[in-house]
């Protein structure tokens, strides 16, 4: 295993890292909101009973959430290890710095990610271990079926509630979307994926795909502040 | 047309220690500059002032001044060679200033580039980088015949791109994070479409990557700064160029 450790250590085996574990943590990112676009019906029982599957996986959900952490611990301390030595390649600062086409996503790609951290440790505290200090009050059980199962629901209709917590997630989301319009076009570039006629379309689908994800997060929350679905929109039946 | 300097000026070499040593920004002003001086010409008019006025003159590296030896190369208002695009320090003009600019001048700031005096660093990182296997080990013995070997044209085009680097160091020193990939990218990617660099191919990248960071370049983030500055307007192609063909020889190393 020692050349894995060498390979990691490495410039472009540290920017792999970096590229192949963005690529899953965003894989998760789109999935989480797909499943929570759940949401967006009226009815609290769709939502409830897919985090009851969810639940019911039992020891593969442990392993599901084990692969997860792991992948974003490899992410973050690959970034701390390069970004360090990125620090330490330039002793001395300009006196007068320029910048000539790094785009501002770019440049924060750092300061973006340590911010995603910062509050993935928060929604985790927040809605998977509902540390009292942060999660308010909610109706804990819900009858679905014959069964007794956990009210996700209620845990966040009552969060969203307060629109500062709703202003916070909504800030996040821009933070998110920073983070992910250049990750996205970076990493094909990481992995060699270089070309005259696809690269423009990357970086269009980064983008794009950035702003869906932050934008579907930012709608599931208002919607649920709002208690506005897609039915009485008519968008669905 | 009369301008205002303010440029690094360091009496000592910088150690891994001390970087900086006695280093610090000074201001000069320049008067009687014509719009058709070169940069570095510019420099001279301000040197042969300072030698009258007996004080230590700027120490700036050139050679050819035109374009071509990639000696020359300093910060200029924070962009490698200034404003002009594709365009080395000695073939800027003037006339790309204001009349009454206040411009700053600074050595390439890297680690892997210790400052000797002034503007002039010390880029030997980059011909042990070369000496690492940026080249083809063959025998040469008497010419071949021109024609022998056929390269398809945009094979040819895509190694010509990255040959015309000229080794300066604009990549380094406009990188936020002082990375090499540019440079080391264009070495590779050169070889990458002849066939001539296919037999050494595996370990070329390998040799090269590891003495780029033997010498604490950083980690290329995707900024494209690089290419932006460099006077031989290489493509960051050449990064994506590099990072396939080490992942090859990753994957297929014993
Ligand atoms: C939802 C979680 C996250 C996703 C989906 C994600 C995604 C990505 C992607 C796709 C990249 C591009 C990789 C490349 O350039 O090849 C990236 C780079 C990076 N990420 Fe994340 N990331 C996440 C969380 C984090 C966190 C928590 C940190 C904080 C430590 C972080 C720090 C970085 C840094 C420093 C880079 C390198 C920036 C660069 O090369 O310009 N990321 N991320
Ligand atoms: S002095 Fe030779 S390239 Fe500028």
């Keep these: 295993m020692s050349w894995l450790l060498s390979f990691w250590r490495s410039s472009i085996g540290g920017k792999v890292t970096m590229a192949v574990t963005g690529l899953m943590l965003f894989g998760f990112v789109v999935v989480h909101m797909l499943g929570n676009l759940q949401f967006l019906f009226a009815e609290p029982e769709k939502i409830n009973s897919y985090a009851k599957m969810l639940h019911d996986l039992g020891p593969l959900l442990w392993v599901a959430r084990i692969g997860l952490l792991s992948v974003f611990a490899l992410h973050v301390t690959t970034a701390i290890r390069l970004s360090r030595a990125n620090r330490s390649a330039r002793p001395v600062a300009y006196q007068r710095p320029g910048t000539v086409q790094a785009s501002m996503a770019s440049r924060s790609m750092v300061l973006s990610g340590f911010s995603v951290l910062g509050f993935v440790i928060y929604h985790l505290l927040h809605f998977t271990l509902e540390v009292p200090a942060i999660t308010p009050e909610f109706e804990a059980q819900v009858k679905i079926g014959e069964e007794f199962t956990k009210n996700v629901h209620s845990m966040v209709k009552t969060s969203f509630d307060n629109w500062y917590i709703v202003s916070a997630y909504a800030v996040f989301q821009v933070i998110l979307f920073l983070h992910l319009s250049h990750g996205m076009q970076s990493l094909a570039q990481t992995l060699g994926l270089q070309h005259k006629r696809y690269t423009p379309i990357i970086k269009l689908t980064s983008f794009g795909l950035a702003l869906v994800i932050a934008g579907g997060n930012m709608l599931i929350a208002l919607s649920v502040k709002l208690d506005r679905f897609l039915p009485d929109l008519g968008l669905v039946g | ?254």
């Design chain 2, 1 to 254: 047309m009369k301008v205002k300097l303010h440029i690094w000026r360091q009496s000592k070499k910088s150690t891994r220690k001390d970087f900086k040593q006695d280093g610090k920004m000074v201001c000069y002003e320049v008067d009687h500059v014509s719009p058709d001086m070169s940069f570095l010409e510019m420099l001279d008019v301000l040197n042969e002032d300072l030698i009258r006025s007996g004080e230590e003159p700027v120490a700036f590296d050139h050679d050819c001044r035109e374009g071509i030896c990639g000696s020359c190369g300093v910060m200029i208002d924070g962009v490698a060679h200034g404003p002009e695009k594709g365009t080395t320090t000695c073939q800027l003009h003037m006339r790309s200033f204001q009349d009454g600019a206040e411009i700053y001048i600074e050595p390439w700031r890297a680690s892997a580039f210790p400052v000797i005096r002034d503007l002039v660093v010390d880029r030997a990182a980059f011909d042990r980088v070369v000496q690492s296997g940026a080249y083809i080990s063959v025998n040469t013995g008497a010419p071949q015949d021109a024609n022998a070997i056929p390269i398809p044209k945009p094979d040819a085009d895509k190694a010509f791109d990255a040959a015309t680097c000229i080794g300066c160091g604009a990549c380094v020193a406009s990188c936020k994070n002082a990375s090499a990939m540019l440079f080391v990218g264009a070495k590779i990617s050169h070889f990458a479409h002849l066939p001539q660099g296919k037999v050494e191919r595996e370990q070329r990248a390998r040799n090269l990557v590891e003495q780029m960071d033997e010498e604490g370049f950083g980690n290329c983030t995707n900024q494209y700064e690089c290419e932006a500055v460099c006077p031989k307007e290489i493509p960051i192609r050449v990064i994506a160029d590099m990072n396939r063909e080490f992942l090859r020889a990753k994957a297929k190393e014993e």
